[in-house]
């Protein structure tokens, strides 16, 4: 499986951000994708994750409410819809999948995207 993050950019905090991650190759049917982010001098965190299956999903505490993982199935593409951005959201956003449910853990995933950037200014 090969996946290609995009759409990292600069945007106002309060503002809206969506990443995609396109995944081509060979996709197993149940696998999950996962997006984690890692802040600046920090440790590469969980963020959300979705089910191809069946699409369920999950989010950590920072993330919900503001943030949506969808999936296009017809594009091979999962997404991160992140809305009411803090300066704290800035980090190279990840996206990773693998042949199991969603997971939190990164040695978990053995698929990943090269990362795009999301800064948030205050």
């Known amino acids: 499986v090969q996946l290609q993050a995009s759409g990292g950019g600069l945007v106002q905090a309060g503002g809206s951000l969506r990443v995609s991650c396109a995944a081509s190759?060979?996709?197993?049917?149940?696998?999950?994708v996962g997006w984690f982010r890692q802040p600046p001098g920090k440790e590469r965190e969980f963020v959300a994750g979705i089910s191809w299956s069946n699409g369920s999903t999950y989010y950590t505490d920072s993330a919900k409410g503001r943030f949506t993982i969808s999936r296009d199935s017809a594009k091979n593409t999962v997404y991160l819809q992140m809305d009411s951005l803090k300066p704290e959201d800035t980090a190279v956003y990840y996206c990773a999948a693998d042949n199991h449910p969603i997971v939190t853990m990164i040695r978990r995933y053995s698929y990943w995207g090269q990362g795009t950037l999301v800064t948030v200014s205050s």
């Open positions: 190759g060979r996709t197993p049917s149940r696998y999950s």
